[in-house]
């Protein structure tokens, strides 16, 4: 895997959120809040510009978990 920093960013942002006591509901509101996007792509290749979720704050904290 390749590290890209602005998805590190968010990680961290992620990361220091729930450190503060957020769940993962209310970090993927905050996220949404302040605009930030996911990475996603459509299955016609598009971007999906679409909004955070529970489950996916959830996969990347316990991902970013596993990784340390």
Known sequence: LVEVPAEQQVIARMIALSSEGLGVRRIAQRLNDE????????????????RWHATQVHRILRAAQAAA
């Not at 930030?36 to 510009?49: D, E």
């Open 35 to 50: 605009g930030v996007s996911p990475r996603g792509v459509r299955s016609n290749g598009t971007p999906s510009g679409g």
